[in-house]
């Protein structure tokens, strides 16, 4: 992955199938911390992805 990230850009934004994915996961009955290590995102993330999600991409 050859992504040319600015200086002032704190960190690489996950992208939507990352997000759709640790949700699905998460909601199939895998634990937190599970997901959270895996797809290494923060707990709030998916926490407010999952709040967001309604089934789509």
């Given at each position: 992955m050859n992504t040319i990230i600015p200086k002032n850009q704190r960190y690489l934004p996950?992208?939507?199938d990352t997000r759709y994915?640790?949700?699905k996961i998460y909601r199939k009955g895998?634990?937190?911390n599970f997901v959270v290590r895996r797809y290494k995102i923060s707990k709030a993330s998916?926490?407010?992805w999952n709040k967001k999600f309604d089934g789509t991409k």
């Amino acid at each position: 992955m050859n992504t040319i990230i600015p200086k002032n850009q704190r960190y690489l934004p996950h992208t939507l199938d990352t997000r759709y994915h640790a949700v699905k996961i998460y909601r199939k009955g895998y634990s937190v911390n599970f997901v959270v290590r895996r797809y290494k995102i923060s707990k709030a993330s998916l926490m407010r992805w999952n709040k967001k999600f309604d089934g789509t991409k």
